[in-house]
C-alpha cells in the first residue's frame, strides 16, 4: 500500500489544468451549494409526487412525471449525507473520517446515482414518445393512451435499468492505503511533513475508492448507451414534437383565414370556442414538456460528449477534465431534478390549482392578510373587548 496523497500527487497537466479551479470550487462552494439544492429539490420533489398522485391529475403523461419525481427524490436524498460527509467535514481531517463504511458507501452513491439517472433518462425518453403518440394523434397505440399500462411501462423502466447498468456495478473497488498522520490521528498533508519529526508521525489505514477496470468499458458503456444515446433519442423526438406543433399551427391558421360567413359563425361558435380551448391547453402542457425534455438535454450532453471524449482519449483526459469538472456536472444535474416543480407551477394552471387546493396556500395567505389587517383597528377592538368582558 502507498501513501494515498504521494501517489496522487500530479504537477504536469497533457489537456487540461483545472486543478486550482477545482480545489476552490469544492472546498468553498460547491458543500453548501448542493445541500442547498438537495433539500429543496427532496421538497420540490415531495409536492410534485402529492399533486400527481392526486384524482384529477392522473393521466398517463402525469404517472411519468411520477415515477420520474420519484427518481430525482431518490437522488437527491442519498447526495445529502454524501455531500455533507465529503465537502462539508470539520477540520482537521482524522483518517478515521475515511474509514471503511464511509468507503462503501461512497460506492453505493456512485452506483446508486449512475443508476437513477439511467431511469431518469428512459422516462424522459417515454415521455417524449408519449407526448409524440398523443400531439401526432396516433390513437391507434392504446399503450400510450391507457394508464395502467403506462404504470407498467414504468414499473419495468425500474427493474430493467438497473440490470442494464449491472456491468458498472464490477468497475470500483475499495482499497487501503497507508496514510500519513499525526500522534493524534490528523491527517497530515505531503507538504507539512516537514514540520513534523519523524517520532511524531506514523502510518494509518484509510479506505477510498479504486477503479477496477483496466480495459475502460464502464467509460465507453456509461458515456455512449447510458448518455449519448439517450441525449440523441431525445434530441431527435423533441424535433418531431416541434415539427408536429409547428404543422398543427399552420393547419389551424389556414382553417381560421377560411372560416364561414359571419352569419354561420354564431351558431357554430361555442363548440369552436371549445375546441379553440383544448388545443390552447394541450399545446401548453406539449410546450411545458418540452421545456423539461430540453433542460434535461442541457444537462446531459456537455456530460455525453465529455464522456465519450474521455473514452477516446483515455485515462490522463478523464482526470484532468471530466473528473476536474466532476462537481460542477453534479450540481447541474441536481438543479434540473429539482426544477421540474417550478416549471409545473409556473406553466401549468390545473398543477398550481391543485397545489394550492391541497396544501390550502389561499387560506393561508388570506389569514395573513387578515392578520396583518387587524392592528390598523386594534384599539378599538381591544375597547369592545374590555367592555364585554366587564359585562
Known sequence: MTDILEASDMTNHTYCDLDAFKEHYKENIHGYLSLTVCLFGSIANMFNICVLRTKQMRSPTNYILTGLAVADLLVMLQYIPFTIHRNLASKPLYYTHFNYPWAIYYMFHSLFTLTLHFIACCLTIILAIWRYV?????????????QKKTLI???????????????????????????????NGVIVLKQNRDKYEH??????????????????LSIWLYSLLLKLLPCVLLSVLSYKIIAVLMDTRRRRNRLINSCQPLEDFNSQRKPSSIQLYKETQADRTTKMLLTVLFLFLLTEFPQAILGQISAVYGVVFFRECYSALGEIMDIIALVNSSINFILYCAMSRQFRATFQEMFQFQKVSNWLVRKRSNPRNGQEENGVETKMSLV
Not at 398523443?134 to 391507457?146: A, E, G
Open 199 to 216: 517520532s511524531e508521525l506514523k502510518k494509518e489505514t484509510i479506505y477510498l475508492l479504486h477503479p477496477n477496470d483496466p480495459l475502460q
Open 153 to 183: 411501462v414504468i414499473v419495468a423502466t425500474y427493474i430493467v435499468c438497473p440490470l442494464l447498468c449491472y456491468p458498472m456495478f464490477s468497475t470500483l473497488d475499495v482499497k487501503a492505503y497507508n496514510q500519513t498522520c499525526d500522534l
Open 134 to 146: 398523443y400531439v401526432s394523434q396516433l390513437h391507434h397505440s392504446k399503450i400510450c393512451s391507457d
